[in-house]
């Protein structure tokens, strides 16, 4: 029988969801179930896990020789070859889980993992934002910045298969103390946190700013101020915007990739941060035309993990996807 889907699998902190997907990018019905805090350990998720790729199987009324294997996206530092999750921010107590053959074994269908970032940009890369090109960087800007490279088609693993730290790389290097314990990350500067950190100190310094009144300062609430007309929102965004600059300036001149995509919940603000990134971009990538490098906003959504994880599959083990 002729192989033709993969099931793609999102492993969140709290939520697994999983869906059949074709060879197209297409999903089929969403399978979903929560993770509470005291079910996080490790055999309990497998079993989750296991149970909800099962059920994919079933309600979608597929054979198992349809199916090429499982991809799973998860947070964390996964080695991808050994389907081994070394560690993972969501699960405290997974220290070097052998998660693709546990499963393998209870399934009997290949089973791949593969971080989560990572996913996102197959996903993108072929289904979404980034179709058509070869060459592309994915960024997810939210509480932090997480990075998937795409070269010739193929994700960037590196020596250690832990490239695409974008979010660390540094940007100033006496710059604000990042969660990763170095001083002027990327993500410290452009984040969540840093947008907050902003807005914070533009309010200290009594500037006129309806961000004053706001009780709990997140991104949103800035965006919603510049929306107003608010001009220290709109400067908090310009600040943040040309640091996000600096950094896609690193990564084109690095890797001169046909696309960036970003994704995540600040690209929400896109018009007040791009017109300023791609000001500094300009004036930093001088060595080639800076405009071969196009920023977009990802396509894929709250499934481009679940698309992606299911696309690793298809590299794997589908020769339409190996070209
Ligand atoms: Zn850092």
């Known amino acids: 029988m002729n192989k033709?889907?993969?099931?793609?699998?999102?492993l969140g902190g709290t939520h697994i969801a999983a869906a059949l997907v074709d060879q197209s990018g297409k999903t089929g019905k969403l399978q979903e179930c929560d993770i509470a805090p005291e079910e996080r350990e490790v055999n309990?998720?497998?079993?989750?896990?296991?149970?909800?790729?099962?059920?994919?199987?079933?309600?979608?009324?597929?054979?198992?020789?349809?199916?090429?294997?499982?991809g799973i996206a998860l947070p964390g530092f996964i080695d991808t070859i050994n389907g081994i999750c070394h560690f993972s921010p969501n699960f405290p107590g997974w220290t070097d889980i052998r998660v693709s053959s546990i499963l393998e074994t209870t399934l009997d269908l290949p089973v791949m993992i593969l971080?989560?970032?990572?996913?996102?940009?197959?996903?993108?890369?072929?289904?979404?934002?980034?179709?058509?090109?070869?060459?592309?960087?994915c960024m997810t800007?939210?509480?932090?910045?997480?990075?998937?490279?795409i070269i010739d088609n193929k994700l960037h693993l590196g020596s250690s298969q832990g490239a695409g730290e974008i979010g660390h790389m540094?940007?100033?290097?006496?710059?604000?103390?990042?969660?990763?314990?170095?001083?002027?990350?990327?993500?410290?500067?452009?984040?969540?946190?840093?947008i907050i950190k902003t807005a914070k100190e533009m309010i200290d310094k009594n500037k006129k700013t309806l961000l004053a009144?706001?009780?709990?300062?997140?991104?949103?609430?800035?965006?919603?101020?510049?929306?107003?007309?608010?001009d220290v929102a709109k400067e908090i965004f310009d600040k943040i915007g040309r640091y996000l600059g600096t950094g896609i300036s690193n990564l084109i001149l690095i890797l001169n990739p046909e696309k960036i995509v970003i994704g995540g919940r600040i690209v929400n603000a896109h018009k007040y941060l791009f017109p300023p990134a791609q000001k500094e971009i300009k004036k930093r990538v001088k060595m080639f035309p800076p405009e071969s490098t196009e920023i977009v906003i990802a396509e894929l959504g709250s499934q481009a993990g679940l698309i992606g994880g299911a696309t690793y599959v298809f590299q794997q083990k589908c020769e339409a996807f190996k070209s």
């Open 141 to 149: 800007l939210g509480t932090g910045i997480g990075g998937g490279i």
């Open 115 to 137: 971080n989560d970032v990572n996913a996102f940009a197959l996903g993108e890369k072929y289904f979404g934002a980034g179709r058509g090109v070869k060459n592309i960087i």
């Open 170 to 194: 540094t940007i100033v290097p006496d710059g604000p103390l990042c969660g990763c314990g170095n001083k002027g990350c990327f993500e410290a500067l452009v984040a969540r946190g840093a």
């Open 4 to 10: 033709k889907y993969a099931i793609g699998v999102d």
């Open 213 to 230: 009144e706001v009780k709990d300062l997140s991104p949103l609430s800035v965006f919603e101020a510049a929306e107003k007309g608010d």
């Open 44 to 70: 309990n998720v497998l079993n989750k896990m296991a149970l909800i790729i099962n059920q994919v199987i079933s309600e979608e009324k597929i054979k198992r020789e349809e199916i090429f294997g499982a």
